[in-house]
């Protein structure tokens, strides 16, 4: 079992059956927030989640071994909200990047339905509720996405809405999804911090691949889900992805990794639907191909960019 720690009057609880013990019921939604060093946005993702105006939901705040000012946010919030804000870290308060961190806060959450928000994110006050409906109305629907704003305004620069899929206010069956959004399609994937899930849903699918623990971190995961699982999607827009360059993905881009991150997936993602029996292997195969090749042609163009780089300014040496 992992170790839980929260903080009530200053009392650390160390079990999970104790801080279970001390509601008197399961809440509907179980909120998860993994954070590692998030000071800078972390309070107002948090206010974010307890402003929603469906109230019956619980937030877990994942601590991924942050070594900044984040840690104390999250356990000065779930001393101020003993009975809605849970503290949580890996045994030792390790980092064990952002799979291993939504894995432990889905190992502790008690709710039918379970939603993520990423530490730098917002939601607006509907969300929950709206969501929630929506699995009411779908009973067959395992998870609600819907559009997205890319949230460029809060630091002066202009907001992007991007919808979610290939079609919106309907369900998506399987594997629909997988063969049109990304990674493997050309359409927009849901925001981790958008889509909600049925729990049960989550845990038959296995959860997080914790092999990939920065860049890529949700795809495994989604890419399981589009093959088995209904999925709806809605034209409202619900959550603001706020885009900043110390976000993982932005680090990984400027390493130069994310196309390495991107090709070591594909390869997963054909291991593992190799070691799988399903009735859209054909399709599903093809989609995997042509994704291949586009990843293939996109690095071939960055190596090729520097080369003609070179050529140009020859040619401009030797014209001066």
């Known amino acids: 079992m992992y170790r839980l720690m929260v903080q009530q009057e200053a009392r650390p609880w160390g079990t999970l059956a104790h801080r279970r013990a001390s509601f008197a019921r399961n809440p509907r939604v179980s ?15 948090i206010e974010s989640v307890l402003a929603q105006e469906f109230e019956d939901f619980e937030l877990l705040l994942v601590d991924d071994g942050a070594t900044d000012a984040s840690s104390a946010i999250a356990q000065e919030y779930a001393s101020a909200h003993p009975n809605r804000v849970c503290y949580i870290h890996h045994p030792g308060r390790e980092n064990r990047g952002i799979s291993a961190s939504r894995n432990l806060g889905l190992s502790a959450a008690r709710g039918e339905i379970v939603g ?11 969300k929950l509720g709206d969501q929630v409906t929506l699995f009411d109305e779908h009973p067959d629907a395992s998870a609600v996405c819907g559009a997205v704003n890319y949230w460029a305004s809060w630091s002066g620069g202009r907001d992007r809405v991007y919808r979610t899929g290939h079609a919106q206010d309907r369900k998506v069956y399987p594997p629909n999804a997988l063969l049109a959004w990304y990674p ?27 092999s990939f623990a920065r860049g890529y971190t949700e795809y495994p995961f989604l890419t399981k889900f589009y093959l088995t699982e209904i999925i709806y999607v809605s034209s409202d827009i619900w959550s603001d ?3 900043h360059d110390e976000s993982c993905m932005a680090e990984l881009t400027r390493q130069g990794s994310d196309k390495l991150v991107r090709a ?8 593992r639907l190799a070691r799988t029996s399903h009735e859209h292997h054909i399709s599903v195969h093809l989609a995997l191909e042509r ?7 996109r690095t071939f163009k960055d190596r090729l960019n520097p080369a003609l780089e070179r050529l140009r300014g020859l040619v401009r040496e030797r014209r001066s």
């Open 31 to 45: 909120v998860i927030s993994h954070f590692f060093n998030a000071e800078r946005y972390f309070v107002e993702a």
């Open 184 to 210: 493997l399609g050309n359409c927009a994937s849901p925001s981790m911090s958008d889509i909600m899930f049925r729990r049960e849903a989550a845990l038959k699918v296995g959860g997080f691949d914790e």
């Open 291 to 297: 994704a291949r090749r586009r990843s293939t042609q």
């Open 241 to 243: 992805y706020r885009q």
């Open 264 to 271: 070591r997936f594909l390869d997963s993602l054909e291991d």
């Open 116 to 126: 993520f928000i990423d530490a730098d994110d917002r939601w607006r006050p509907n």
